[in-house]
Nanobody
Framework: QVQLVESGGGLVQAGGSLRLSCAASGRTFSSYAMGWFRQAPGKEREFVAGITWTGGGTYYADSVKGRFTISRDNAKNTVYLQMNSLKPEDTAVYYC???????????????WGQGTQVTVSG
């Protein structure tokens, strides 16, 4: 069982940066693939970024490549999403997610956080 709590959302101007954090409970955090999804108003939830359980592999949606960086600290049971060069179209609720494997994370994560709002003003 994994419980996820996001933080770090807020309001930022276009071109600015934010760092989201996701604190996970559970002794097996380090064995889970972790990721971030987002959902904008009126749109479906979409994959943003993922990281393997070792942290050795990362993958991104094309829309955020080169601007967002996902990382994890297994000693702190925390995963991060550094977001730079933010655009108004990045405005969404961002959700942390976890699953036992990378395919599951991308397609149907087993665990979700409650979400944190990110608003980018133009």
């Amino acid at each position: 069982q994994v419980q996820l709590v996001e933080s770090g959302g807020g309001l930022v101007q276009a071109g600015g940066s934010l760092r989201l954090s996701c604190a996970a409970s559970g002794r097996t955090f380090s064995s889970y693939a972790m990721g971030w999804f987002r959902q904008a108003p009126g749109k479906e939830r979409e994959f943003v970024a993922g990281i393997t359980w070792t942290g050795g592999g990362t993958y991104y949606a094309d829309s955020v490549k080169g601007r967002f960086t996902i990382s994890r600290d297994n000693a702190k049971n925390t995963v991060y999403l550094q977001m730079n060069s933010l655009k108004p179209e990045d405005t969404a609720v961002y959700y942390c997610a976890a699953d036992r494997d990378d395919y599951g994370l991308r397609t149907k994560p087993g665990y979700w956080g409650q979400g944190t709002q990110v608003t980018v003003s133009g």
